[in-house]
């Protein structure tokens, strides 16, 4: 199976991705990890694209669209985890987290475009 084409996240999100825009909301933390945040182009929030979180071997785990604030959350087994953006206009970031039981993990990342070979 091929990964989403960032390009089209939006409608892909509405049309066929099952995880929900932004990831499931944070009622109590309780015995869960979660890391969450908030994804930013230019000050202004990034709406379409993805968060895509990856285990400590860089292997895929989950993936959920972005929300309309930029936002995306995941429920994370406690350790080292990396997640990736990518977004329209060869928007592409990772940056690292730990997760821990019962503590939420935030991350601010600033997206900004690659620039590929010319």
């Known amino acids: 199976m091929s990964a989403p084409d ?14 929900p825009v932004g990831g499931a909301p944070v009622t109590e933390v309780g015995n869960q990890a979660v890391v969450q945040g908030r994804v930013t182009k230019e000050g202004a929030p990034v709406t379409v ?21 930029g936002g995306f959350r995941f429920f994370a087994a406690p350790g080292p985890w990396t997640v990736r953006v990518l977004a329209p206009g060869g928007v592409r970031v990772e940056q690292a ?20 070979p010319r």
């Open 49 to 69: 694209g993805y968060a895509r979180l990856l285990n400590r071997d860089g292997e895929f785990v989950a993936e959920v669209p972005l929300g309309q604030d």
């Open 97 to 116: 987290v730990s997760a821990a039981i019962g503590q939420v993990s935030n991350l601010e990342i600033v997206a900004m475009e690659t620039k590929g």
């Open 6 to 19: 960032p390009a089209t996240a939006g409608a892909q999100a509405a049309a066929g991705c099952g995880a």
